[in-house]
């Protein structure tokens, strides 16, 4: 009988900075995502990567992903309303909501190559609440909607990649 060895538990150590190499890369394809929600509302989203590093002394084809999250909405014209200054972020919570049912969606992978190494990573949005803030509409009078997302990863075409997440909550 072997025994096992216990899991670390709690946060991973991160490399220094100084240890940490940042790569260049090439977007292969980049799509929007598209979100029918019910009263004919349409979100659009994009994931944009912004960077991508790995530790220097770690495992080969481990990567650090650091990417931002982009939405439109498009809204029939009887559900606009006149535009407005928006509450900062950490006010959103206690605002009145309202859930919102996604009726269908298009989430495609988007596709990036590192140039030093020449591994592809696909990435992509994953949309899974949306909200629909009372009486609150952005700059062009479109309804406000705090949305739950997060980046899905997969390697791609060449050899297997394990990847670390750092991405919008």
């Given amino acids: 009988m072997s025994q096992s060895q216990p899991l670390p538990v709690g946060p991973v150590p991160r490399p220094s900075p100084k ?61 606009r309303g006149d535009p407005m200054q928006l509450p900062p972020p950490s006010d959103w919570a206690n605002l009145p909501k309202e859930p919102v049912k996604i009726l269908t ?4 992978w988007n596709k990036y190559r590192i140039s030093k190494t020449g591994d592809v990573l696909q990435i992509k949005l994953v949309v899974t609440e949306v909200f629909r803030i009372k009486d609150h509409y952005d700059q062009f009078g479109e309804p406000f909607y705090v949305v739950t997302s997060g980046p899905l990863v997969s390697p791609g075409t060449k050899g297997t990649v394990s990847i670390g997440l750092e991405g919008p909550q």
């Fill in 19 to 79: 240890d940490t190499e940042v790569l260049e890369f090439e977007v292969i394809e980049e799509k929007w995502n598209k979100y029918d929600l019910v009263g004919q509302t349409v979100l659009k989203g994009r994931l944009v990567l912004t960077r991508i590093a790995r530790p220097k002394f770690g495992p080969v084809g481990q990567y650090e992903i650091t990417a931002q999250a982009v939405f439109a909405v498009s809204a029939p014209p009887e559900k």
């Fill in 105 to 108: 969606t298009s989430e495609p």
